[in-house]
């Protein structure tokens, strides 16, 4: 009797996960027929091209391959977007949108197996730049519009000062300034909260950890989970949760793919994440810029505060300089507000760059 009831559970437990795949497959059908784009002068190309002897994975979509050309830089860092198409739909109507899954990141981690890069801030900025190299010579532009999220914006910088002339604007969202500014508005936010509500609960957490800055991913993730996490606000609950769903059925990703995803991302974010807390503010280091540059910023981040940002794009000087606050918007007003943030985009690049419009 024991063995005939185990035996069902194992058919039953076999039947869930056999009818849990065909609804991923069914799912990855629908969202890949969506993606389809099916215009004469569109662009649609998946590939590995070669980056300094590497082989790294980009994608280019657009539905209109004579429009200018964004490459974005995803953040995490080592969350790779590009299998994630379907949060950037929106800009693939005025622009050619180019993703690239960094090194220790996405499909370029996958490829990699064994023989991983060491992550350095210097290497990836040589990489970033050899990748908008590849594009603009197989779209024939003049140069490419680079947008930075989170750790893609310190990325960003770095690529704009090490070969301006391929860039005709950066724009930077969710933009790093440093580690410790942002800790600092985090702790700052967190006391004063449980201060007005007498919550014994944080001040003590508070009081142990101590204030920024945090050097050390243990210190750093124990500060977050007690004293930030909390505070999220809620589009960007909403944005990590659609990020999860759209992984999970991602049409680019094979089961076996996705684990390695997440084993980058894991991989990834302990590396950099350890040089990012540890690296000089960007506003004692990098002001200094011959391109346009712009911010895009959620009045309500709370992963990348505004106020440290708006403070560095104080001190830039640059031929064109802007920050732009979304209201209501979080640490992905890209995902969230994508109409908000193209209208400034547009806005932006015409005023300052009339030739990439």
């Not at 603009?136 to 999220?149: D, M, S, T, Y």
């Not at 933009?175 to 014994?200: C, F, K, P």
């Not at 243990?218 to 949760?241: E, K, M």
């Not at 794009?313 to 300089?321: D, E, F, G, L, S």
């Amino acid at each position: 009797m024991i063995r005939k009831i185990l035996l069902g559970l194992l058919a039953f437990v076999v039947l869930i996960v056999i009818a849990g795949l065909c609804w991923r497959a069914w799912e990855q059908h629908q969202i890949a027929s969506d993606l389809r784009i099916n215009l004469p002068n569109a662009i649609d190309e998946a590939k590995f091209i070669n980056v300094n002897g590497a082989q790294q994975w980009i994608t280019i979509r657009g539905e209109n391959k004579d429009n200018p050309v964004i490459l974005f830089l995803h953040g995490g860092p080592s969350e790779a977007n590009s299998e994630l198409a379907r949060l950037y739909t929106p800009f693939e109507e005025d622009f050619v949108f180019v993703q690239w899954d960094q090194p220790g990141a996405g499909k370029t981690y996958i490829a990699a197996g064994d023989r991983q890069p060491q992550l350095t801030l210097d290497s990836m900025a040589n990489d970033g730049v050899a990748v908008a190299e590849s594009v603009r010579a197989e779209l024939r532009k003049p140069n490419v519009i680079l947008i930075g999220q989170d750790w893609g914006g310190v990325l960003g910088i770095r690529m704009i000062e090490r070969q301006p002339n391929l860039f005709a604007a950066f724009v930077g969202t969710g933009q790093i300034v440093g580690a410790a500014a942002s800790q600092e508005v985090q702790y700052q936010y967190a006391l004063s909260h449980a201060t007005a509500n007498h919550d014994q609960k944080m001040l003590d957490a508070l009081k142990e950890i101590g204030p920024p800055p945090y050097r050390s991913l243990d210190t750093n993730g124990r500060f977050q989970i007690c004293c930030r996490n909390p505070f999220w606000p809620a589009d960007d609950v909403a944005a990590v949760r659609r990020l999860q769903a759209m992984l999970l059925f991602s049409p680019s990703l094979s089961i076996a793919q996705m684990r390695g995803w997440v084993k980058g991302l894991r991989t990834g974010e302990q590396a950099l994440d350890t040089m990012l807390m540890t690296m000089p503010d960007l506003r004692t280091t990098d002001t200094m810029f011959s391109v346009p540059v712009f911010f895009i910023q959620g009045e309500n981040d709370n992963v990348t505060p505004t106020s440290p940002v708006a403070d560095y794009v104080a001190k830039i000087q640059a031929p064109v300089k802007k920050l732009d606050v979304v209201p209501g918007a979080g640490h992905f007003v890209m995902w969230t507000h994508p109409d908000e943030f193209l209208r400034i985009l547009h806005d932006d690049l015409r005023a300052a760059t009339p030739t990439a419009n």
